[in-house]
């Protein structure tokens, strides 16, 4: 299984500078392909159409889900429900290339994740914080986002999230080595981890920027904060032409840099998602599985 | 010594690092402005070759680079590195390659196996890889099989593993292909020479008349 977990991660850092994009049907799919998805994200309803449908919300059907695996080349990932081992099995046994355990989806367990080290299929999960990112990969993700807040539109939590990490990533590495024995503990995270990001400077795993990124610029700026890539997840299909805004964001994480590309890929998007404030909503989903 | 990164999706960091850790130094290529800078080779990392191919024709980059390769400049590709070479979207490298060969990701695998040039034991570790299914002409030489199929070839001054070596601890394929930099830069002065100008792709279509980049 350690082999396992090694591969796993280093399909994630394969997938660096890229986005990976929302889509719910093999169509959909094909255009995130098209315009330079580096893995697709299949699901049945987007963030934005879960928020406003509300109930419950479960792992998407497998045909549908394999439907879209037929449809492109490039890795095809699926959400389950936190801490739903069966709903996980599922995914493993149609060979998903990655699942995404994810509070997007309404969860199934309020205190345990998944023992992610028991499957051959990576796992990202989504995080806030360093202590959380760091439990999750103690249960075997091998690949980290942010959660920002999903199918709003609004990056602001996204950033949040994504500067609480990096700034905690950075005190840890400030730490005298007699300092992380304490550190492991208000983080809540193993030690032999905390230890890691003292040492190196980064998280063991790949870390994502995701929730409410709508914009080439909202890309960018969260390639600024230190994301490795992007999700977007409402963003692309719930826009106006989404096949150039989807191709616009894919080169805005590689020239984040480029302000004056970034200003002629930003130009005439047709509408962008319409947006929710974050701190309008009833629901917040960063806040499931801690 | 200075070798280009192609930096538009993917692992590019991590060859990066590899070439640090020998001492050579290393530039990051996104755009047609970085990429006129001098450089004495190109290496195409592992990612998705669908995003860096797209990307390649969206930024200007997929002629400039085509032309330099096809002109004698050194390239190492890994993985979508060598499906870009290859007759699928370059075709500067005269192979014809079979994409996510392996399936998905559980058949990604880890292995060691010998490297004609390399060495035996060297670690490869296959991430949704492909493979080379044929060469399409006599001067591609095949360096190594894994269960019978072509994982590592060269043709001249072009490199290309199905596997990730950078990834690994072992520095002996970078080696190999900074070896090819210096043999492909040393035989042709007018090479060198464009090596320490500015407008190294003027002169490198003098390397033509140089009959060295056809030695191997």
């Known amino acids: 299984m350690e082999d396992r977990q090694t591969l796993n991660r280093q399909l994630a850092q394969m997938l660096k500078g890229g986005v990976i994009m929302d889509v719910t049907t093999p169509e959909q799919a094909r255009i995130a392909e098209d315009a330079g998805a580096c893995a697709v994200m299949a699901l049945e309803r987007i963030p934005a159409d879960i928020r406003a449908a509300g109930g419950v919300s479960r792992m998407s059907d497998p045909a549908m889900i394999r439907g879209i695996q037929e449809a492109v080349s490039i890795p095809v990932m699926a959400k389950c429900r936190i801490g739903h081992t069966a709903e996980a099995r599922i995914l493993q046994a149609i060979d998903i290339d990655y699942i995404d355990e994810s509070e997007v989806l309404s969860p199934a367990d309020d205190v345990f994740h998944i023992d992610k080290r028991q499957f051959r299929v990576p796992f990202v999960c989504g995080a806030r914080t360093l202590g959380e990112a760091l439990r999750r990969i103690a249960e075997g993700a091998t690949m980290i986002r942010t959660k920002g807040e999903p199918g709003t539109g609004d990056v602001v939590q996204a950033v949040s999230h994504m500067r609480q990490m990096q700034s905690e990533i950075r005190r840890i590495a400030a730490l005298r080595e007699d300092e992380l024995c304490e550190a492991a503990k208000q983080l809540q995270a193993p030690l032999e981890l905390v230890r890691f990001v003292h040492e190196q400077g980064h998280l063991p795993v790949v870390n994502f920027a995701a929730g409410g990124v709508a914009t080439p610029a909202d890309a960018a700026l969260m390639m600024e904060l230190g994301a490795e890539g992007v999700f977007v997840g409402s963003g692309i299909f719930k826009s106006g032409d989404p096949a150039k805004r989807a191709s616009a964001i894919v080169q805005a994480v590689t020239n984040w840099q480029d302000a004056d590309l970034l200003a002629r890929l930003s130009e005439n998007l047709g509408e962008a998602m319409v947006g929710i404030n974050a701190q309008e909503i009833q629901l917040l989903m960063a806040e499931r599985g801690l | ?216």
């Open chain 2, 1 to 216: 010594m200075k070798i280009a990164v192609l930096a538009l999706q993917g692992a590019f960091i991590e060859h990066r690092r590899m070439l640090e850790r020998i001492g050579v130094e290393t530039f990051e290529v996104r755009n047609p402005r970085d990429w006129s800078h001098p450089k004495d080779g190109l290496i195409l990392p592992g990612g998705e070759s669908t995003v860096q191919a797209r990307l390649l024709h969206e930024l200007d980059l997929f002629e400039p680079l085509r032309r330099e390769a096809a002109d004698g400049l050194p390239v190492f590709g890994t993985c979508a590195g060598l499906i870009l070479l290859s007759t699928m979207h370059l075709g500067v490298m005269n192979i014809e390659v079979a994409r996510n060969a392996y399936g998905r990701q559980s058949g990604s695998f880890r292995t060691t196996g010998p490297m004609e040039q390399v060495g035996d034991m060297v670690p490869m570790t296959f991430i949704r890889a492909p493979y080379i299914m044929r060469p399409t002409t006599p001067d591609v030489q095949v360096l190594a099989r894994v269960d019978g199929r072509i994982v590592a070839a060269r043709q001249h001054h072009l490199l290309v593993t199905a596997f990730h070596p950078e990834l690994d601890d072992d520095l002996r394929i970078h080696r190999l292909f900074l070896d090819i930099v210096r043999r492909y830069s040393k035989q042709c002065p007018a090479q060198q020479q464009a090596m320490s100008g500015t407008t190294a792709s003027n002169v490198r279509h003098d390397s033509k008349q140089c009959p060295a980049r056809h030695v191997v």
